[in-house]
């Protein structure tokens, strides 16, 4: 009965950790797999894409046709990235440029080894969370030079 009991609670253990997605799958220049299984929304994407209070990626970057009032030119236009980039793509990019280039100043908003000067209390935390993350990928995987 004892046995049974620890069996059922490992496997309860691993089925959650397979849920939480601790490691991310780096494939060439991809994130081949969704940082979380809730579903992702476009139009959450573009606000965060805005917001100062999150993402505020249009310090950076212009998007034609966005409803803010300052877009930023450091970074490349994205108005048209999902003719550039895939999903996965997109992904890689948003958690942690620095895989790529370790000399960007684009911000990791999805890394949570190896940043320095860190509060304590936010060691181990990102700046945006693994929804967050899926939400602008929805949003700049459908910024295509066919869509209006
Ligand atoms: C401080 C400026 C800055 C901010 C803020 C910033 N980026 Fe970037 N981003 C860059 C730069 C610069 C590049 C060019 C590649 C490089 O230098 O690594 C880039 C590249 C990218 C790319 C690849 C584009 C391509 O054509 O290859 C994507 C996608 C991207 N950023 C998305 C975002 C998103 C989404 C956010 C907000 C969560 C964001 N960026 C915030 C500076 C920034």
Partial sequence: MKTIFWVVLTLIGVAAQAGARPELQIIGDAIVV???ERTASAEMGERIFVSRESGHCVLCHQV???DAPFQGDIGPQLSDVGDRLSPAQLRLRIVDSSILNAQTIMP???RRQNLHRVASQY???TVLTALQIEHLVAYLSQRR???P
């Fill in 34 to 36: 969704p940082l979380t």
């Fill in 64 to 66: 034609a046709g966005l």
């Fill in 108 to 110: 990791p908003y999805y």
């Fill in 145 to 147: 030079s066919d869509t």
């Fill in 123 to 125: 060691e181990g935390e």
